[in-house]
């Protein structure tokens, strides 16, 4: 079982940044896909951002493309995601998640096996 411990949300206006990390214990971070979703009031959790264990495959939900960046340090047990030109429908609170997989092919949340608390990010208009 890996433990999760997200940090860097917050508020910012539209069109800053932020860099959220995602703290990982357990051994077995470097062999795991990781993955952020996110989940806003009265919605369902999305996917937002995926890395596979090496770190060579990303892939991203359609509305953060070019905006958000998914990167991962495995000697660090940490993953990351860099998100620019943030919008008020951002706003959710985002959430880390090991993959039980060394890749995503689908990025379910079923495939993901361990989950951290969340960490609010709300962007004002």
């Known amino acids: 079982q890996v433990q999760l411990v997200e940090a860097g949300g917050g508020l910012v206006q539209a069109g800053g940044s932020l860099r959220l990390s995602c703290a990982a214990s357990?051994?077995?971070?470097?062999?795991?896909?990781m993955g952020w979703f996110r989940q806003a009031p009265g919605k369902e959790r999305e996917f937002v951002a995926a890395?596979?264990?090496?770190?060579?495959?990303?892939r991203y939900t359609d509305s953060v493309k070019g905006r958000f960046t998914i990167s991962r340090d495995n000697a660090e047990n940490t993953v990351y995601l860099q998100m620019n030109s943030l919008k008020p429908e951002d706003t959710a609170v985002y959430y880390c998640?090991?993959?039980?997989?060394?890749?995503?092919?689908?990025?379910?949340?079923?495939?993901?096996?361990?989950w951290g608390q969340g960490t609010q990010v709300t962007v004002s208009s």
């Open positions: 890395i596979s264990s090496s770190g060579i495959s990303t």
């Open positions: 357990g051994r077995t971070f470097s062999s795991r896909a």
């Open positions: 998640a090991a993959s039980k997989y060394a890749i995503v092919i689908t990025p379910r949340p079923s495939d993901f096996g361990s």
